[in-house]
């Protein structure tokens, strides 16, 4: 089903955002959107990212196949500035499914050629920046397509989903370190492929940011703060060091709020879980920048238990009692709150897909009052590639072919391990959703 937003005019959004009492703003001047944002190392030729989307399309040792050359072409071609690749696993045993991205010595040609692909598709004289996700699973790992969960402690409502026991083993410190040194071999590789940067990424109950919640596991990587960011903090540091390039860009995604109402979540007020508490995320940023790591990209919640919280829509596989403007304002308004606490940072903003074609005056005003340094777009950009060159050439997205937040992306993500838009790229994906729910309905 193709669902508009409710809001008529932008007017009724504005209308609706001040009855509500929230902080998000407005402002024509999208052409902020446009400017060049220097990375330090790179320059991206505009403030406009494409946030990962893990499309789950790789061939069986992990490199990618024409259905992932496709997505990044697309995208390229529409004059984004910035493409943050999805996940690509570290090692065989993390991979989220069989299908995900790995990057090895075996897959490594392919990482080329995405670079390749994705540099010779852009527009002349936008040359997009480019950032590889890398990523260990943790409890959501499916390497032969069954769970098989590696976990650094024990979350009572997240364990009850995947029906782990009360004395299901931890990753050992040992392990952990090991993963530490996949991380570095990964974005040796990444750098030899032709990326500019890579991600240490750190959230959505991923196994690094597994370790943030750790309050109660025993030894050096659990308890206090310094404890539990120290395997992430050592992963930076020790991925600096192998690349040895300041040019290079070390960077990261990570949660600021995990939203869990049982155990005690990262980012989260002790006393009341729905509400948000910056104090340890900006600590870590601080500690990030410290380090050089000065590109961060944020995110919110865990989309195998809550995905309201990480992407707020309005067909999904459950409907939350929020208002999907609730979301899009935490996830606008805390961004916001860390760019202005940790300047230093260039921080990339989340949210803003299912504001549709009124995204890009919350977007522009978000940049005008230093509330992001860059503006990212999920959904958005697999189903509208060229927003960023709508944007910059007219100051506007196309109502026609903005995302309509109807999860089908996150659906087919889930059920097929695939990544795309059926509704306005049904081209691609109409078929193989078509195809997916037929099995289903089957079975
Ligand atoms: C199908 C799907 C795949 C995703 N894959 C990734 C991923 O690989 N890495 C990541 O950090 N976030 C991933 N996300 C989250 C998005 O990057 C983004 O944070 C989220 O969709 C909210 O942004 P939006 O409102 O612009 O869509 C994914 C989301 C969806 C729906």
New binding site residues.
């Given amino acids: 089903m193709l669902k508009q937003l409710s809001y008529k005019s932008l007017q009724e959004l504005k209308d609706d955002v001040a009855k509500r009492g929230y902080d998000i703003g407005f402002s024509d001047n999208t052409q902020i959107l446009a400017k060049p944002v220097d990375l330090g190392g790179c320059v991206a030729p505009n403030a406009l990212v494409a946030?990962?989307?893990?499309?789950g399309d790789s061939d069986k040792p992990g490199a990618p196949t024409e259905l992932t050359f496709r997505k990044y072409e697309r995208v390229a071609a529409g004059g984004i500035g910035l493409v943050?690749i999805?996940?690509v696993s570290v090692c065989q045993e993390g991979r989220s499914n069989p299908g995900q991205l790995y990057i090895t010595k075996e897959t490594l040609p392919g990482f080329k050629e995405l670079a390749r692909r994705i540099y010779a598709n852009a527009i002349p004289g936008t040359r997009p920046v480019t950032i590889l996700?890398l990523?260990h699973s943790g409890r959501y790992s499916k390497p032969e397509g069954v769970s098989a969960p590696i976990i650094a402690g024990h979350k009572t409502e997240l364990d009850e989903r995947l029906k782990l026991p009360a004395d299901y083993p931890l990753a050992t410190d040992e392990y952990m370190e090991g993963v530490v040194e996949n991380f570095v071999k990964a974005a040796v590789l990444a750098k030899e492929a032709g990326f500019d940067g890579v991600?240490i990424?750190a959230?959505?109950g991923y196994l690094l940011h597994d370790f943030f919640s750790c309050f109660d596991r025993p030894g050096k990587y659990g308890g206090g703060f310094e404890n539990r960011t120290r395997l992430f903090l050592s992963a930076i540091e020790k991925v600096k060091a192998a690349i040895n390039d300041p040019n290079f860009i070390i960077a990261s995604?990570i949660n600021i709020y995990d939203a869990m109402p049982v155990s005690r979540g990262w980012g989260t007020d002790l006393n009341d879980f729905s509400k948000v508490d910056l104090t340890e995320p900006v600590k870590l940023v601080e500690e990030m920048v410290k380090r050089g790591t000065t590109l961060i990209?944020v995110?919110m919640g865990n989309?195998y238990f809550i995905?309201h919280i990480?992407?707020?829509y309005d067909l999904g596989a459950y409907l939350p009692e929020e208002h999907p403007l609730e979301g899009?304002h935490r996830?606008i308004h805390h961004t916001a709150q860390l760019q202005k606490r940790v300047p230093q940072a260039k921080i990339v903003g989340?949210?803003?897909?299912?504001l549709r074609e009124y995204s890009p005056y919350v977007a522009a005003w978000a940049m005008e009052t230093g509330g992001a340094s860059l503006i990212?777009?999920?959904?958005?950009?697999?189903a509208y590639p060229d927003f960023a060159k709508d944007i910059i050439e007219t100051g506007r997205m196309q109502k026609n072919k903005v995302?309509v937040?109807c999860?089908k992306?996150?659906l087919?993500?889930?059920d097929r391990g695939l990544?795309g838009c059926v509704v306005r790229d049904s081209e691609a994906y109409l078929q193989l959703y078509m195809d997916t729910y037929k099995k289903e309905a089957k079975s």
């Fill in positions: 946030h990962p989307m893990e499309g943050w999805e996940a996700q990523n991600d990424k959230c959505h995604r990209n995110t989309p995905p990480n992407r707020p899009t996830l989340v949210g803003y897909s299912w990212g777009y999920g959904r958005q950009f697999i995302c937040a999860s992306c996150a087919l993500k889930r990544c």
